[in-house]
């Protein structure tokens, strides 16, 4: 029934309705509301009985998060790190914490219990990716180290990475990218694509050679078309080395922004729907990243540049997987090697003798 009049407070948690209407009891336990309609001669004790009934219910129905669970720490946690751009990752690596050890306080959590854990998601129907999991247990640590001080310990401490398989870089060609590209537009000239969010998204991934989060990133206030420059954003909230953006570039930027392609998207989604239009099976879309940094390097630009635009704070691990193959050091040193088998001749192989043949010694 819905109320009739200016609410009247008659004490915390009794409210009226009107001078002469019916009663309200409302309380919240826990984060939750709980409430009941009385009638308007109800007496004040049954107005108080009321309440204790409802928080009664509340505290036997509604789980609590008590002080200094992981529950009630990792709400904390997110508060202190929304400054970080990629907070919202790490919120959805805590979620699966809080599922496993929500309750627990958090001064009891052991590295048994984390180990535990990855047992756990490992047996599941479909477990994480080991790099997922990895992620997971890096969250929980900086849990630790952000609510407690950089140098306390944590049960994270002396848990060792799992291992994630490494997969060797493929490259993509030019005119396969160009494929896919005509392939998209011809989708969305049929319909089967609703716009060219995808298609912008490809264009500025394959053209630019930047990470897929650093484009979900990405503001419009980060790109300056006149200028040509995009400042990309890196996971801390700060910001990486800007790109010049030539030609190819600029075209890729501009039908982003008429596409209005900013914001996250589902990279599944998206490696699903290029892959329909003839990008190789086996071949993760974030290679094509690695396609464009191995062509600058081959191009002649210097590691350092190469290590710059790929954001990586440490040539070592530029060279350890841009190191680019043609018109560079490795195959110079080939060709230095050239000639050691004369280029393996044909030699003519003579037909082989043939076996004597074994007789029967007959007496």
């Known amino acids: 029934m819905p109320r009739k009049g200016k609410r009247i407070t008659i004490e915390r948690g009794i409210y009226r309705d009107g001078v002469d209407g019916p009663y309200e009891v409302r309380v919240v336990v826990g984060g939750v509301p709980y409430g009941a309609r009385m009638p308007p001669d109800s007496t004040r004790d049954e107005l108080k009985r009321k309440r204790a009934q409802l928080e009664a219910k509340g505290r036997t129905g509604t789980p609590r998060t008590e002080r200094g669970t992981l529950a009630a720490d990792a709400k904390r946690y997110i508060k202190l790190i929304k400054h970080l751009a990629s907070w919202d990752d790490r919120e959805d690596h805590l979620n699966a914490w809080v599922a496993r050890l929500g309750n627990v306080p958090r001064h009891r959590i052991t590295s048994a219990d984390v180990m535990a854990a990855r047992v756990f998601w490992l047996g599941l129907d479909k477990p994480p990716a080991p790099k997922t999991i990895n992620h997971r247990v890096g969250t929980l640590r900086h849990l630790y180290r952000t609510l407690d001080g950089k140098r306390e310990s944590t049960p994270c401490d002396d848990i060792d990475p799992l291992h994630v398989p490494k997969t060797p870089i493929q490259r993509v060609s030019d005119a396969l ?92 989604n998206f490696s699903r729907v290029i892959r329909t239009a003839g990008w190789p099976a086996g071949v993760r879309a974030y290679n094509a990243r690695h396609t464009t940094w191995i062509t600058a390097r081959e191009r002649g630009v210097p590691l350092e540049d190469v290590a710059d635009g790929a954001g990586h704070k440490d040539t070592k691990l530029t060279k350890l997987f841009y190191t680019g193959v043609l018109n560079g050091p490795l195959q110079a040193m080939s060709e230095r090697l050239d000639g050691r088998f004369q280029g393996w001749p044909v030699v003519p192989v003579s037909a082989p003798e043939p076996k004597p043949q074994r007789t029967k010694d007959v007496r």
């Open 177 to 268: 990218i160009l494929a896919v590209d005509a392939k998209l537009q011809a989708g969305e000239a049929r319909g089967t694509l609703r716009d060219a969010k995808t298609r912008a998204r490809f264009r500025v991934m394959v053209s630019t050679g930047k990470r897929p989060c650093e484009l979900m990133r990405a503001k419009p206030s980060d790109v300056n078309l006149e200028v040509r420059v995009w400042i990309p954003r890196d996971a801390k909230g700060g910001f990486s080395a800007g790109a010049y953006l030539n030609d190819d570039q600029l075209a890729a930027w501009r039908l982003f922004l008429e596409a209005d392609a900013w914001g996250k998207y589902n990279h599944g």
